[in-house]
T-cell receptor, first 113, second 110 residues
Framework: GENVEQHPSTLSVQEGDSAVIKCTYS??????FPWYKQELGKRPQLIID?????GEKKDQRIAVTLNKTAKHFSLHITETQPEDSAVYFC????????????FGPGTRLSVLP | DAGITQSPRYKITETGRQVTLMCHQT?????MFWYRQDLGHGLRLIYY???????DKGEVPDGYVVSRSKTENFPLTLESATRSQTSVYFC?????????FGQGTRLTVV
């Protein structure tokens, strides 16, 4: 089955700096890669996603890049703000086959004011 | 209310007891999932379902049973609860892209 690794496990940045979180996956057939944000005590919520036919996607301060050859994808947050502090999870999904939605172990991001 | 809801929100049970966590979604999503969340382990998939009467094991299925007789419901049963099953459980549903999560159930086994 799919195996998703995520680094770093914790990340601290100064407010206004950029943050990058990287994930690797094992199943070359995975074709959908979402990123979720989970604030303390709350449910995970989607912040951005990308499909395998796209190399990069942006949404305001958030971007995701995908390298299918290397089987890794990254989340980029620019101009970080204190409200970006949360745990971020990546996932790799093999759509149209089992829908086995497997997450990475998460990255705890702290944005220091 | 539209959405995905879990019940109960909090549950304390004794070792060896059977407990069922409920999950209900109003979107008629085909896919539903159960995860457990423990410190240091992120979200681990227990079971998932592609449609009514179709279920499959995830990463950590041992000690759990699921059923899906109706599209909107996906209950998770711990047949004989153990302390290692103390965790926060999240249910999720999905159709094409985004998976939507319930608010979670915090289960403590004493």
């Amino acid at each position: 089955g799919e195996n998703v690794e995520q680094h770093p496990s914790t990340l601290s940045v100064q407010e206004g700096d950029s943050a990058v979180i990287k994930c690797t996956y094992s199943d070359s057939a995975s074709n959908y890669f979402p990123w979720y944000k989970q604030e303390l005590g709350k449910r995970p919520q989607l912040i951005i996603d990308i499909r395998s036919n796209v190399g990069e996607k942006k949404d305001q301060r958030i971007a995701v890049t995908l390298n299918k050859t290397a089987k890794h994808f990254s989340l980029h947050i620019t101009e970080t703000q204190p409200e970006d502090s949360a745990v971020y999870f990546c996932a790799a999904v093999r759509d149209n086959y089992g829908q086995n939605f497997v997450f990475g172990p998460g990255t705890r991001l702290s944005v220091l004011p | 209310d539209a959405g995905i809801t879990q019940s109960p929100r909090y549950k304390i049970t004794e070792t060896g007891r059977q407990v069922t966590l409920m999950c209900h979604q109003t979107w008629s999503h085909s896919y539903m999932f159960w995860y457990r969340q423990d410190l240091g382990h992120g979200l681990r998939l227990i079971y998932y379902s592609a449609a009514a009467d179709i279920t499959d094991k995830g990463e950590v299925p041992d000690g759990y049973v699921v059923s899906r007789s109706k599209t909107e419901n996906f209950p998770l049963t711990l047949e004989s609860a153990t302390r290692s099953q103390t965790s926060v459980y999240f249910c999720a549903s999905r159709e094409i892209t985004e998976a939507f999560f319930g608010q979670g159930t915090r289960l403590t086994v004493v």
